[in-house]
């Protein structure tokens, strides 16, 4: 066996690997340091991004509100208030009876109560008329939709849109 001795390789030939290996090194920690940086800074402002979000969320849903609250706080606008004379309103009260259908007698009811009294809700409604929750919802729905209270805000009871004064003619108008 003859033993075939490997030169040892020289000065320059270790400074060329040397080169090579440095530059993959710095490389990779380049990368790695990037990679860390970014890592870091997404750690750092999350926070930020979250509160940003959460006043963004907060301004929109105050804006809402108050438009809602401005909007429930109109004055009262009542249909028949607009209406000139007796007959006008004979007829428009037969035509809202027509509309009402078979629900006009806990109507009539309820649209009086509530304007006497200056307030409207379904719990109400259920307390002085001895009435159902399903009947006491239908007849709420209908009351907002012919335009006697206003929408519903929550747990508080709704605007009554006709006045106070104007309860003894629509009390007439309901009977006849």
């Known amino acids: 066996m003859t033993q075939v001795r490997q030169a040892m390789p020289t000065a320059a030939a270790w400074t060329e690997d040397s080169d090579d290996e440095r530059r993959v090194r710095r490389a990779v920690l380049t990368g790695a340091g990037g990679f860390a940086a970014v890592l870091t800074a997404f750690w750092a402002w999350w926070p930020a991004g979250v509160a940003l979000g959460l006043v963004a969320g907060c301004l929109a849903v105050l804006h809402l509100g108050r438009a809602m609250h401005a909007a429930a706080l ?103």
């Open 74 to 176: 109109q004055e009262p606008a009542v249909r028949f208030g607009s209406l000139d004379g007796d007959d006008d309103l004979d007829a428009e009260f037969r035509r809202l009876r027509e509309r009402v259908g078979d629900d006009w007698v806990p109507f009539s009811r309820a649209a009086a109560l509530v304007t006497q009294a200056q307030w409207a809700s379904v719990a109400g409604l259920q307390r002085e008329l001895r009435m159902s929750t399903p009947v006491a919802q239908r007849v709420m729905g209908l009351l907002e939709r012919e335009g006697f209270v206003g929408p519903s805000r929550g747990t508080r009871p709704r605007v009554v849109r006709v006045p106070r004064d104007r309860a003894t003619e629509l009390e007439r108008l309901l009977r006849s």
